[in-house]
């Protein structure tokens, strides 16, 4: 009995080594707070509606379902396979976005996204984010010898081309968090900085020629300019950031209550259970909840990080950053807009927003990083 108890620790022990508890139980209390701050921004304005109040939860719970198996079946295949599959993933991607905008997908509010699967509606933006560092990693790992002019020239061409796609959606949000994506995983990846200073002018040109050439619409310039002048920001963003700054001011220290809060119950903060979620959290949890979810993004920035130290290659170890670079820029992002230090960009916060699409690619991204736990730990 004593050796079967000694067998079963000793497994225990490698299973946990294999597979970072931290990182996975981190990735899960996120995801069920979403789940549950969720059903809190959406059941009261349901209700006033005359509708099923748990319609958006009951979707949310599916969505958490199918992410967790992907997230299983991500951490199981050998991630360094990626790498044989990097071209084919990449113009599988472009191909979706391009069918999105040749109309075989679906349309809302202006926007062409999605394309309906079942009770789902998958939004290829979210997965090129995905295969952007898969590529960007690919590319890199098979330059031991150093990153040079051309080299910069050539994954701009890259990812330059589903940017433009995504931009055309129009979903500038994604567009952003992928240019991030690429400016820190080239900085891992040891291009020169007077390269990567040249990147980020030319990046600055091509706003400003987009902008004077009137590719970016002027919905999209006052979202982006309106924390910096909220005067000049059109009536609509005004009015969400400033319910959302409302309903985190009335949190106070301790918050209203779980379920509670006259902002959120009322629906004054639209949008509430995709993009402007936190503000949901900080009026029902307050500064005391608020800075509990910081804490736990702090630990899986962390846990990521960890891992990409751990690597046993630089394959995994740029994947690794790339989904640093994509997590922590939109948790990032999302908490400032939600507090109006930053532009409004549509960007989801990562495990709490409402969506399948987002939560499937951030927890694919976390079955990534697992994945290059589990090789360098064997």
Known sequence: MTYSTDTLATRSR?????????????????????????????????????????????????????????????????YRRWEQLATAMYIGIVLALLAVLAGFGSTSNGSQRWFPVGPLQLQPSEFATLVLIVAIATYCARRPEGLDFRDLVRMVLMAGLPILLIIKQPDLGTAIVCTVILLVMLTVAGMPGRYLVLLVVGAVVVVVLAVNLGLVKQYQIQRLTSFISPGSASTTVKYQV?????????????????????QTNLAYVPYQQTDFIFSAVGEQLGF???????????????????VAQMAKDVFGRLLCSGVFALLMFSVFENIGMNMGIMPVAGIPLPFLSYGGSSMIGFMAAIGIVSNVHYRSAR
Do not use: E, N
């Open 14 to 78: 490698h299973v946990s080594a294999r597979f970072d508890p931290i990182l996975l139980v981190t990735t899960g209390v996120l995801a069920l707070i979403g789940i549950v701050m969720i059903y809190s921004a959406t059941k009261g304005k349901l209700t006033l509606a005359g509708l099923d109040p748990r319609y958006y939860v009951k979707r949310q719970v599916i969505f958490f379902l199918v992410s967790l198996i992907v997230l299983v079946v991500v951490s199981l295949f050998d």
């Open 242 to 262: 400033d319910q959302a700054k409302f309903a985190i001011a009335h949190g106070g220290i301790f918050g209203q209550g779980l379920f509670k809060g006259a």
């Open 288 to 306: 005391v909840g608020a800075g509990v979810l910081i804490v736990l993004y702090g630990i899986l920035a962390w846990r990521i990080l960890r």
